[in-house]
């Protein structure tokens, strides 16, 4: 199919060419070039922030409700535009046209959200001890950047422009360079919708020529992040500067505990469909299985059958139901951690290897390990691909113990037939979210984001868009 043009906007104009060297997109699937896209640079993100200081004050000018319209108007031409997102999300990480179309829909729900949210940013009223009346009313923190990872290139965009729009705040995106069609119709959806010139605008091009200069920037005042816990560091350092709020959804290496009394046969088909969606390519996949030993086997076994039930293909054939993984380095990291568990004693299932039938693009088979010992590296690195290391344990306790063993706290997930159970896992589970006999755990409607290493902050729910205003106080005190 024809790849999008990719285009930046930077105060209301779209801009195919910069004088950097423009950045070439692959197609994870066959390894050809899909096109490229142009690289923006100090000028363009200069005169993006003038552009947004522009617009900081018409648009947090904005009554709540007149911000809701412009929200809800962009979630309707995504829902017009719907299918070429879909496609050119999936033309530019790999996964299958028929799961991409999810993404665009939770996207669109970002957007009705928040509208929501905008028309019900209300502050409160304190009675005074001192005489008078006491206010504290919520006003927007200012320009925010936003930097998304391409493993979800428009609902993690979705997640930061709606409630930065709703809050009354000019947003910055800048999208992962391996995404810039993608990032390009969205952000045309936000022109389409009627937006004023300045209130979204979209950096496209290199990481390490871009976020820089927004990060040294003092009129951003706020950051938010989807990306590696590595990265989310580097930047709170850099952020500390100016002295920036910050979002941070970063790494995970969710765990999943299967207790005794668990139906073996559906936490297994569950957990086989969650892990290999999108490779494996998710920050809250389930990525570490402690299964209690009277359920292992028949656990791994059902394992086995799902994960050698699906097809790899290409991401436009209708009928394949997992793709490459996005970027050949994370492919080459993937089978680092497989041939170090294998080393170590682990049983590899079915699966490690490259499929013999497709010698292009990025493809990995679906990967079962069983019994890796505790000191495989998976056990401790997020493998962010289609791998599922399951460990037996004999005790609950166990169990916790090691679900807890990283620092990571993203998503943590249980199954179990008792009530008391899945309570006691809610609460020990160190974890932002948890899902027990579900890994239904991101809505719109729900806070969203970890603890420790996983980051700070929520997207979604009523407390996202509390992230993106500042609190002020007026005391009333009249003679």
């Known amino acids: 199919m024809t790849y999008h043009r990719p285009r930046a906007l930077i105060g209301g104009r779209f801009i195919d060419t910069t ?5 070439t997109v692959i197609n994870p699937c066959n390894e050809e070039v899909l096109g490229t896209a142009p690289a923006c640079g100090p000028a363009e993100v200069a005169e993006a922030l003038c552009h947004a200081r522009e617009a900081l004050g018409r648009w947090s000018g904005l009554h709540g409700w007149e911000r809701a319209k412009y929200l809800r108007a962009i979630a309707r031409r995504m829902e017009a535009r719907r299918d070429d997102l879909a ?27 928040f509208a929501g ?14 005489g008078g009346r006491l206010t504290a009313v919520p006003e927007p923190v200012g320009i925010v950047a936003a930097f998304t990872a391409w493993n979800f290139p428009i609902n993690l965009m979705a997640r930061k422009i709606a409630p930065a729009l709703a809050a009354g705040c000019p947003v910055i995106c800048r999208p ?17 919708a009627g937006l004023p010139a300045g209130v979204v605008q979209l950096l496209l091009g290199r990481a390490g020529e871009i976020t ?12 938010s992040l989807t990306g590696s816990t590595e990265v989310g560091k580097a930047l709170l350092a850099e952020a500390a500067n100016t002295v920036k709020r910050c979002s941070m959804e970063l790494g995970g290496h969710s765990p999943v505990v299967v207790c005794e009394d668990a139906d073996a046969d559906l936490a297994a088909t569950q957990c086989a469909l969650f892990k290999y969606r999108n490779a494996g390519q998710v920050c809250i996949a389930p990525n570490r299985f402690y299964v209690h030993e009277s359920l292992a086997e028949r656990f791994a076994e059902k394992m086995v059958e799902a994960a050698r039930a699906l097809k790899l293909g290409d991401s436009l054939d209708e009928t394949s139901t997992m793709g490459p993984l996005t970027l050949p380095q994370q492919r080459d990291k993937v089978e680092e951690l497989i041939d170090d568990a294998r080393r170590k004693g682990a049983a590899i299932l079915t699966g490690g290897t490259r499929p013999a039938h497709l010698n292009k693009g990025y493809y990995l088979e679906p990967t079962v390990l069983m019994d890796v010992p505790p000191d495989a590296r998976i056990l401790q690195e997020e493998p962010f691909g289609p791998v599922a ?35 006691a896992m809610s609460r020990r589970l160190r974890a932002g979210m948890v899902g027990i006999n579900t890994f ?7 806070p969203f984001g970890g603890v420790g290493h996983s980051g700070m902050g929520r997207e979604g729910g009523r407390q996202a868009i509390l992230d993106y205003t500042d609190v002020k106080l007026t005391h009333f005190a009249w003679s």
């Open 176 to 192: 992962s360079a391996q995404t810039p069609a993608t990032s390009t119709v969205l952000i045309e959806c936000c022109v389409e």
């Open 117 to 130: 949210e905008a028309e019900r940013l209300f502050g409160e009223t304190i009675p005074s001890r001192q």
């Open 440 to 446: 239904l755990v991101a809505h719109a409607e729900a």
């Open 19 to 23: 004088a950097e060297k423009p950045v």
């Open 389 to 423: 290391p399951i460990v037996r344990f004999r005790e609950f306790d166990d169990a916790i113990a090691m679900a807890n063993s990283t620092p990571f706290g993203l998503a943590a997930y249980g199954f179990t037939r008792s009530q008391a159970r899945g309570e």
């Open 212 to 223: 820089p200069l927004l990060m040294a920037a003092e009129e951003i005042r706020k950051i």
């Open 87 to 113: 496609r050119m999300l999936s033309l530019e990480i790999g996964r299958p046209i028929s799961q991409s179309m999810g993404e665009v829909l939770a996207a669109i729900e970002q957007f009705d959200w």
